[in-house]
């Protein structure tokens, strides 16, 4: 018997680019809600109960709703909203983010899709202060752009009606409480909030993330080939990932940094780039905010919990 998966939400951003990518899987039996019914408590819940994973693409209080809707032992949960993510009894659904870290998935009843803002940061910050290249309460700011569609459907509305007229670079999360700014925190393992001030541009998915370090107060000042040993040694040891590490390199510019470069992919790529005269360093991420950002975690995600 195929398992049985239901997008809660299935008609929003994410959950459109979901059921796209399981659309031409003969494995697995996708059910939806009648449109007459789309509405009703009632048929949500009997979707939700009739899943083998429910995947949940919903905003925060949605979400905690459908979860509430669920009576059984059976359904596990993907919640794409930021309202479990760092929740107990919730695993994050980062599954590089630690070599055992996809078992946890695979073995977890409810699981917590990560933003798109925090993953490029995590990945690169994480295996740095585990090998105690950066202390915990390092500060910590992180800046990026991604495509207007990491806003939902009104920032995709507005862009697309204003074509070339709309915004190059518009910086948001200006009053500092971005709300990625949590599960950054924990799952990069900090002890204080970083500062996140990302930014969106005139095209439709992809981002960077980046990361500045500032490294001369430190008692011990990590080169750029220690800080990116670390990283590579990290994503080495796990198995199956999706996260590839660039070589180490000194180059003005690459034109490989590109936005959109994974766009329609689950991957991430991650750089290292430093100058040791000035104990200074850059760390970056290039993946899709709607692949690895989103809907091709939930993907991952969901294979690991079907054990595929």
Partial sequence: ????????GEHGTTGLQIRALLAERGDLEIISIPAERRKET?????????ADIAILCLPDDAAKESVSLIANDTTKVIDASTAHRVAE?????????????????ASAKRVANPGCWPQGPIATLRPLVTAGLLPADFPITVNG?????????????????????????LPYGLTLQHKHVP?????????????MQPAVGNFAQGMITVVPLQLGGLDH??????????????FAAIKGGVVEVAPYVHLERMPEIDPEIYNGTNRMRVYVFANDKRAQALLLA????????ASGAAVQNMDLMLGL
């Fill in 89 to 105: 009894g919730w695993a994050y659904g980062f599954a590089e983010m630690d070599k055992e870290q996809a078992k946890t998935i």
């Fill in 145 to 169: 752009i991604s495509g207007y569609s990491g806003g939902g459907r009104p920032m995709i509305e507005d862009y697309v009606a204003k074509g070339e007229d709309a915004s190059e670079f």
């Fill in 42 to 50: 009632a048929a949500r819940a009997e979707f939700l109960n009739a």
């Fill in 221 to 234: 000042v990590p080169t750029g080939a220690e800080l990116h040993a670390a990283i590579a040694d990290h």
């Fill in 286 to 293: 290039v993946y899709d905010n709607l692949g690895k950002g």
């Fill in 183 to 195: 599960e950054l925190r924990a799952y990069a393992r900090l002890s204080h909030d970083p500062i």
């Fill in 1 to 8: 018997m195929k398992p049985k998966i239901f997008i809660d």
